[in-house]
Every structure is written in structure tokens, then in C-alpha cells.
């Protein structure tokens, strides 16, 4: 089976797959298990096959390269930088986790429908709020 037929054979079953999920036809949680174990196998399968395909882009001397259809683009991972072993770092982290609960617990009183002042009297500054979307864990039982 070529590439594109994969492919296509693939998409065409996930659309017939929402389309009865719409229609309702198949029940939306048992579709959303089901593309969600597809997505971890995949998931799993591309991290097998990272390590090889990194080797095999080294092949290029360029940054940017196609193959069979594909453009790749090869990037240097990100540097990251730990302050956690710094002691300066640590008390002013300790701080910050201070003064975030205490704005925290102000957010939450004044939800409550209380006001609340800093020991000085002002009313105190309240930290800006958002909200994750909703989800749905998923776990299959044996």
C-alpha cells in the first residue's frame, strides 16, 4: 500500500468515524477512547523512530531538506538553565510561593463575597484568574 493510500484510507476512517459520532450513530465517549489509544500508540511509535530519523538527518547538510514529499527542517534543542541549587534562588523562590498563596487566598475570600484590605487598609490588588478547559481521563480496564 502506498504512502498517500495509507494516509488516506486513515483520514477517511477517522471522518467516518466523526460522521457517525454526529449523527449519532456511535457513541461520542467510546470514539473518544478509541482515537485517544490511536494517538498514544502513534505516540509511542514516534518516539521509536525519532532517534533513527535524527541520525538520518544529520545525512544532510543542510538545515532544511525535502524527502518523498516531505520538508524537514533540523533544530538544536533549547538550553535550559536550573537556578533550584542556588540558596539565593531558593529564598527568593520561597517568597514568591509566599506571596502568591497569600493573593490566592484573597482571590478566594473575595469570590466568597468578603472584602478584603492589606494591613494598611488598602484594598489589595487581586491576581488575574483563567481557567483550563474541561477534559476527560480516559483509562481502558482489563
Excluded at 461520542?28 to 502513534?42: C, P, S, V
Excluded at 525519532?50 to 524527502?67: C, I, K, R, V
Excluded at 514568591?96 to 490588588?125: C, F, H, N, P, W
Amino acid at each position: 500500500m502506498s504512502k498517500d493510500l495509507f494516509f488516506d484510507t486513515r483520514a477517511a476512517e477517522v471522518a467516518a468515524l466523526i460522521d457517525r459520532v454526529e449523527r449519532g450513530e456511535r457513541r461520542a465517549l467510546t470514539a473518544y477512547a478509541e482515537i485517544k489509544r490511536h494517538k498514544e500508540l502513534y505516540t509511542d511509535a514516534e518516539k521509536e523512530v525519532f532517534d533513527y530519523a535524527l541520525e538520518e538527518a544529520g545525512q544532510y547538510s543542510d538545515n532544511t531538506f525535502s524527502e518523498d514529499g516531505f520538508e524537514f527542517t533540523k533544530r538544536s534543542g533549547a538550553t535550559r538553565y536550573s537556578f533550584k541549587h542556588i540558596p539565593e534562588w531558593q529564598e527568593a523562590n520561597a517568597k514568591v510561593k509566599e506571596i502568591e498563596e497569600r493573593y490566592k487566598q484573597v482571590y478566594k475570600t473575595v469570590s466568597k463575597g468578603v472584602l478584603v484590605a492589606s494591613a494598611d487598609g488598602e484594598e489589595m490588588v487581586l491576581p488575574e484568574v483563567s481557567h483550563n478547559k474541561d477534559s476527560i481521563s480516559v483509562k481502558e480496564k482489563y
